[in-house]
């Protein structure tokens, strides 16, 4: 796995300095870094399982708690100055974006154990940098628009519970769409590309790999013809995540449905968890994803990152 420093040449030989994805109404007083900010598409797990300790989220906990903050730069010059979450526990018909100073916890789950209702992520939200994500969503026709009630949902503060237990990089949080179309989480990811170069780090919370609850809690995924078939998907998913080209990539993921093992990964009308990937594969740019697997609850999961 590659962390290594990011130059000038690297960045200028990426998409992110192509007049088309950079031109913008951010403030020309931003500091604009030589290294663009990481993509990270993460896998956050079964409900608030991750910051109790369960044992069968023990490699998520591990890398989650060690190998995320390393890829983010946490703790060093790079880290970054805000983080954009699209989290897969929210969709809407329009990209809409949490503007708050402050937000309260959404716990949106149940039959957990009190502790789980009883906890505490105090990290702060950012209207400056929400209106920057709003301006770039904008200027790509895609209609955003803020939402300053709304709590963080557990696709937030689980991850970051583990991620950055300080608490001290602002978080915008950021829905998915309805839709469940490729061309519009691409162009989402697109658009939030811009930010990374004033260090913005965007970071996709969902279960990619697989996210199919009935399956996993029914002993299903025993069958040895699933599990062959959902191994031809992961290596499906990754190869495509591999390919170089932004466009290219994104056509490929236009015929996801038509996969071997998708329907078993991500049921149809169940696609939310797989969309803050295509986010980040738009963000992405020119370059192939990185990744790690982690077992949780018996099966591997990937985490998918761009630096």
């Not at 992520?121 to 009630?149: C, T």
């Amino acid at each position: 796995m590659q962390l290594a420093n990011r130059t000038a040449t690297t960045l200028l030989s990426s998409l992110f300095f192509k007049p088309n994805l950079l031109t913008c109404s951010l403030d020309s007083t931003l500091n604009y870094h030589t290294m663009p900010a990481p993509v990270i598409a993460v896998c956050h797990g079964g409900g608030p399982m991750p910051i109790l300790g369960d044992p069968g989220h023990a490699q998520l906990i591990k890398s989650m708690s060690t190998t995320v903050p390393k890829i983010l730069g946490l703790g060093t010059a790079n880290a970054p100055r805000a983080i954009v979450l699209v989290t897969a526990h929210w969709s809407a018909t329009r990209p809409t974006i949490s503007n708050g100073s402050r937000h309260k916890l959404y716990y949106d789950y149940g039959g957990f154990p009190p502790e789980a209702y009883s906890v505490k992520y105090d990290a702060p939200g950012s209207p400056e940098v929400a209106q920057e994500v709003f301006e770039v969503l904008n200027k790509a026709g895609l209609k955003p628009r803020m939402d300053g009630e709304r709590g963080w949902d557990h696709g937030v503060f689980v991850p970051m519970t583990l991620i950055n237990p300080r608490a001290d990089i602002p978080i915008v949080q950021l829905s998915v769409l309805t839709s469940a179309s490729p061309a519009q989480h691409f162009a989402m990811g697109r658009a939030l590309a811009s930010l990374r170069v004033s260090n913005v780090a965007i970071l996709g919370s969902g279960m990619a790999t697989f996210h199919n609850l009935r399956m996993m809690f029914s002993g299903a995924l025993n069958d040895g013809a699933v599990q062959k078939r959902n191994k031809q998907w992961s290596e499906t998913l990754t190869e495509t995540l591999k390919i170089k080209n932004n466009v290219e990539r994104e056509e490929s993921f236009e015929g996801w449905r038509g996969w071997v093992g998708a329907k078993e990964a991500h049921p149809q009308g169940g696609e939310e968890h797989f969309m803050p990937l295509l986010v980040c594969a738009g963000a992405g740019g020119d370059k192939s994803a990185e990744d790690f697997q982690d077992e949780i609850m018996d099966m591997k999961q990937s985490t998918y990152y761009w630096t």
